[in-house]
């Protein structure tokens, strides 16, 4: 019985080696929306992604209702709540017990890791290209009802807002790998930058330490076209801070993590 489980393992490793990076994205990708908690949480984004616009439409000045006001106000929700789904994309492989499956199936955890990265990377890029188009909509019914419907937007805001949005998803699938439970990751996720950026904003010894830790204030640079080489600087040693170093930190922990 045992030479036949050995057997077993070793045909089952050797189909799952071929089996495409491309392929295990789209699964993890897939994923993202299988659990009721990521559905409606794609859902919720979609929804508050359209009222940015809504909301522009119905209570901004006219001068204010351009495709750059619609645009940068759009990427507002998924930046906050993309991350969750980042979060849960790592964590509920635990919390739903799919772990074992999932790394019984492709046993080569590293592999499954990038895959969870390249989908967070790919659900980023989609969010960037619908707040875009809903901006592009509700620009058009703004010149209709005699908004300003500006059509100008430099260039480097579209490619800086959709590498905040890709830094923020990498960073919550960071946290969620290295803590691999959900409620004290999403906890942790918003509470620590968050006490980080008080108290550098208090005790004057940290100020300057945050111009170059602090995510909240380096990617500032970010929402401002043409950034500086400086702040591009200030900002990888914060990303570095917050999403390379636990990222490393929880891709050990997954790849050591027993499976029960």
């Known amino acids: 019985m045992t030479v036949m489980t050995e057997k077993t393992r070793t045909v ?15 699964v993890e990708l897939r994923k993202l929306a299988d659990t009721r908690a990521g559905f409606w949480l794609l859902l919720v984004i979609g929804l508050a ?27 507002l929700p998924s930046a906050v709540l993309l991350p969750v789904l980042g979060i849960l994309s790592v964590t509920s492989e635990w919390s739903q017990r799919t772990a074992l ?7 080569a955890r590293s592999r499954v890791m990038v895959a969870k990265l390249a989908a967070g990377t790919l659900i980023a890029i989609a969010a960037t290209v ?8 509700a620009n058009v019914i703004a010149g209709s009802l005699g908004g300003d ?4 937007l430099d260039p480097s805001l ?23 439970n959900t409620p004290v990751a999403i906890v942790v996720y918003f509470a620590l930058p968050t006490v980080w950026s008080v108290l550098g ?38 990303v570095g801070v917050w999403v390379v170093l636990p990222l490393v930190v929880g891709f050990v922990r997954v790849l050591r993590r027993e499976v029960s």
């Open 12 to 26: 089952l490793t050797e189909k799952t080696r071929t089996v495409p990076l491309g392929r295990l994205t789209l």
């Open 49 to 75: 992604t359209a009222a940015t616009s809504g909301i522009l439409l119905g209570w901004a000045p006219d001068s204010e209702q351009t495709f750059s006001s619609f645009f940068t106000f759009g990427m």
């Open 101 to 107: 499956t999932t790394f019984t199936l492709v046993p």
């Open 130 to 137: 619908a707040a875009g188009l809903l901006a592009a909509v």
């Open 149 to 152: 419907a500006s059509w100008s």
């Open 158 to 180: 579209i490619w800086q807002s959709l590498l905040l949005q890709v830094i923020f998803v990498l960073m919550g699938i960071s946290f969620g790998a290295l803590l691999l």
């Open 201 to 238: 904003g208090i005790i004057t010894k940290l100020q300057e330490a945050g111009q170059w830790l602090d995510l909240n204030v380096t990617s500032q640079a970010l929402s401002e076209p043409d950034a500086t080489g400086g702040e591009y600087a200030r900002l990888a040693v914060s």
